[in-house]
């Protein structure tokens, strides 16, 4: 074998990891749309079970079980959301390593940076976990109609 043919055998071998990186990535992807839906429908759940409980009365059991369950799922999602980032920074290093380390604007439907770098911050504060602080709010908006009294 010469050094050709192991070119070729390393970069077929790159691009096929790039496919298996993307098809986890979509995979992650999935997850974090299922998991915002489970969570809404246990929301649901949740606060009719504590109404039942409460004879139809809304109790702060109701503020605090909503607030553990988004909690519980946004920490997932979040975890999700971060090993995505990290399998696009090595696609991305892929990538670059198989242009000769030059850096690309635009390739294989994702923009690259120079250097991303994934972090547990931008986990847990970025676009797609809008639904968990809408949630948040939601349900504080509502405790606060509550103390008040308009309720």
Same mark, same amino acid.
């Given at each position: 074998?010469?050094? +050709?043919?192991?070119? +070729?055998?390393?970069?077929?071998?790159?691009?096929?990891?790039?496919?298996?990186?993307?098809?986890?990535?979509l995979?992650?992807? +999935?997850?974090?749309? $299922?998991?915002?839906?489970?969570?809404?429908?246990l929301?649901?759940?949740?606060?009719?079970?504590?109404?039942?409980?409460?004879?139809?009365?809304?109790?702060?059991?109701?503020?605090?079980? %909503?607030?553990?369950?988004?909690? =519980?799922?946004?920490i997932?999602? %979040?975890?999700?959301?971060?090993?995505?980032? +990290?399998?696009?920074?090595?696609?991305?290093?892929?990538?670059?390593?198989?242009?000769?380390?030059? *850096?690309?604007?635009?390739?294989?439907?994702?923009?690259?940076?120079?250097k991303?770098?994934? %972090?547990?911050?931008? $986990?847990?504060?970025?676009?797609?976990?809008?639904?968990?602080?809408?949630? =948040?709010?939601?349900?504080?908006?509502?405790? *606060?109609?509550?103390?008040?009294?308009?309720?």
């Open positions: 074998m010469d050094i +050709k043919d192991l070119e +070729k055998l390393k970069e077929t071998l790159k691009l096929k990891e790039i496919d298996q990186l993307d098809a986890a990535i995979q992650f992807s +999935k997850n974090t749309l $299922a998991t915002k839906r489970i969570c809404a429908t929301l649901i759940g949740v606060s009719t079970i504590v109404l039942k409980i409460t004879n139809d009365e809304i109790d702060y059991a109701l503020y605090v079980g %909503s607030i553990v369950t988004l909690i =519980f799922f946004w997932i999602d %979040s975890n999700s959301y971060y090993y995505q980032r +990290k399998l696009r920074i090595r696609m991305t290093e892929i990538v670059n390593d198989l242009r000769g380390n030059e *850096l690309i604007s635009d390739g294989y439907g994702m923009p690259l940076k120079k991303e770098k994934a %972090s547990w911050s931008k $986990a847990f504060f970025n676009s797609s976990q809008v639904f968990y602080y809408l949630g =948040f709010l939601i349900i504080i908006l509502v405790a *606060l109609v509550d103390l008040i009294g308009w309720i």
